[in-house]
């Protein structure tokens, strides 16, 4: 998936130039819709391992590539997106929404997305699990139990192996800035 022709990418290049921390909703309409506000995303902006600012962009499409979020460097821009499905990620509680974001910003901070393709799913499932303890420092305890035992529910092969109280080996997101 690529950026949409509507957003001016030199207006964000000038803007990132020029210093600033994120680009103004109001530069931004994706295909055509209002830029979503009823989303929890981070309220900080969140950067990747290298330094370069993570940007969210919603997509509208009912058949997602890679389920409800995903994280990638653009191609040929080399800028950091995470991208979600507006429509599903609507349905999910607040909470929810924010540790599917902060799980997706884990793969850029732990350097997931410089990788590759994954030579197993041993290695695939690996990162999954550091990218959940990545996004679930983010909350507090009886967050974390919410979450958890919410994703549990849902079947994630992740929560089904481990339980948060093995990821201690990760910093809070706030403190590996």
């Given at each position: 998936?690529?950026?949409?022709?509507?957003?001016?990418?030199?207006?964000?290049?000038?803007?990132?130039?020029?210093?600033?921390?994120?680009?103004?909703?109001?530069?931004?309409r994706y295909n055509g819709e209002e830029w979503p506000t009823d989303i929890a995303?981070?309220?900080?902006?969140?950067?990747?391992?290298?330094?370069?600012?993570?940007?969210?962009?919603?997509?509208?499409?009912?058949?997602?590539?890679?389920?409800?979020?995903?994280?990638?460097?653009?191609?040929?821009?080399?800028?950091?997106?995470?991208?979600?499905?507006?429509?599903?990620?609507?349905?999910?509680?607040?909470?929810?929404?924010?540790?599917?974001?902060?799980?997706?910003?884990?793969?850029?901070?732990?350097?997931?997305?410089?990788?590759?393709?994954?030579?197993?799913?041993?290695?695939?499932?690996?990162?999954?699990?550091?990218?959940?303890?990545?996004?679930?420092?983010?909350?507090?305890?009886?967050?974390?139990?919410?979450?958890?035992?919410?994703?549990?529910?849902?079947?994630?092969?992740?929560?089904?192996?481990?339980?948060?109280?093995?990821?201690?080996?990760?910093?809070?997101?706030?403190?590996?800035?």
């Amino acid at each position: 998936m690529k950026i949409r022709e509507n957003i001016n990418l030199s207006t964000i290049f000038y803007l990132l130039v020029a210093g600033c921390t994120h680009v103004p909703d109001h530069y931004i309409r994706y295909n055509g819709e209002e830029w979503p506000t009823d989303i929890a995303k981070p309220t900080l902006p969140q950067y990747d391992k290298h330094g370069q600012e993570i940007f969210f962009v919603p997509d509208y499409s009912l058949l997602p590539p890679f389920g409800v979020a995903w994280s990638r460097y653009e191609s040929g821009t080399g800028i950091p997106l995470v991208e979600y499905v507006v429509p599903i990620m609507k349905e999910y509680p607040k909470e929810l929404q924010k540790f599917i974001f902060y799980h997706e910003v884990g793969h850029f901070k732990l350097g997931h997305n410089d990788q590759g393709h994954y030579e197993s799913t041993k290695d695939k499932l690996k990162d999954e699990r550091d990218a959940h303890c990545y996004a679930i420092k983010n909350f507090d305890t009886k967050e974390q139990d919410r979450i958890w035992n919410f994703l549990r529910a849902e079947g994630d092969p992740i929560t089904l192996r481990y339980h948060f109280s093995e990821c201690s080996k990760f910093p809070k997101p706030e403190e590996s800035r």
